[in-house]
């Protein structure tokens, strides 16, 4: 509860940006423990830009995601790329390299939960995987 409380200071007294540039954003809504000891959930807003690909990276845990507004194309290794539209969700396991890219003339915007290991960047540039 107090870590939930900290969090919810920290994005109420900074507008924390978890990570941004020109074509992703996410910004952090909250942060708090998990009943799994060493992890913590980070839940975000995400936005991908008109044309704008998210770039290959990877998590330190699993990724929710639910698409709020708009579609995107999600690309992860070993399959084949799927489009990704307004009332649709995916998973993305721990360490799983992916992107996303967004054809359209609006910004996708997605709700993200991440449960990842504390201490660790929420996410890693990864090279793009072998086709």
Known sequence: MKSLIAGAAL???????VAQSP??????VAKA????????AVIAR???????????????GDEISYVAEGEAT???????????AAGEGFVI????VH??????ATTA?????????????LASPASAPAL
Do not use: F
């Open 11 to 17: 994005v109420a007294c900074t507008g924390v940006i």
């Open 23 to 28: 074509v992703l954003t996410r910004t952090l």
């Open 33 to 40: 423990d998990v009943s799994v000891p060493g992890r913590e």
């Open 46 to 60: 995400v936005e991908v830009a008109p044309g704008g690909v998210a770039g290959w990276h990877t998590h330190p």
């Open 74 to 84: 999600l690309m992860i290794a070993g399959q084949p790329p799927r489009k990704v």
């Open 93 to 96: 396991p721990a360490g799983v």
């Open 99 to 104: 992107s996303a890219r967004n054809d359209s």
């Open 109 to 121: 915007k997605l709700v993200g939960v991440y449960v990842v290991e504390k201490g660790k960047p």
